[in-house]
């Protein structure tokens, strides 16, 4: 019996290392979210390839189609593809949300400038009418 789990994980040591890494990587992000240092609307794209993540790492004939679809002949090179593009996804979805908070920033920057000028202005006219 132990002869045979031994072998097992030394025949399938990428699996059993891709499954044992998307499972971490997976309930690290959940606890990321249940802490709150990572809000829901963010973690979904995480949690969407942790998913793929296990589920390629689990069933090694779905990697394998994934493998042979895109061409590629060692199946673990395909889930080392994948993680990139996930990776490359999440960048852009961050590009996304910096961007928009820049703007935002630009706005505010305008906006308090805009309230500091027209403050001196009333505080001038107060002094001038005292």
């Given at each position: ?64 189609i ?39 920033n ?25």
């Amino acid at each position: 019996m132990l002869n045979s789990t031994i072998d097992f994980l030394v025949t399938n040591r990428i699996q059993v290392f891709s499954i044992i890494g998307s499972l971490l990587l997976f309930l690290f992000i959940l606890k990321l979210v249940k802490r709150k240092k990572l809000k829901e609307e963010y973690s979904l794209l995480w949690l969407g390839f942790g998913f793929i993540f296990i589920a390629l790492s689990i069933f090694k004939p779905l990697l394998e189609i994934v493998a042979n679809t895109l061409g590629i002949l060692y199946a673990p090179a395909a889930l080392l593809l994948i993680l990139v593009l996930s990776v490359f996804f999440i960048l852009i979805q961050f590009s996304v949300v910096i961007s928009k908070l820049a703007e935002g920033n630009k706005n505010l920057i305008q906006e308090v400038g805009i309230l500091k000028a027209e403050l001196k202005k009333l505080q001038l006219r107060v002094k001038e009418k005292e």
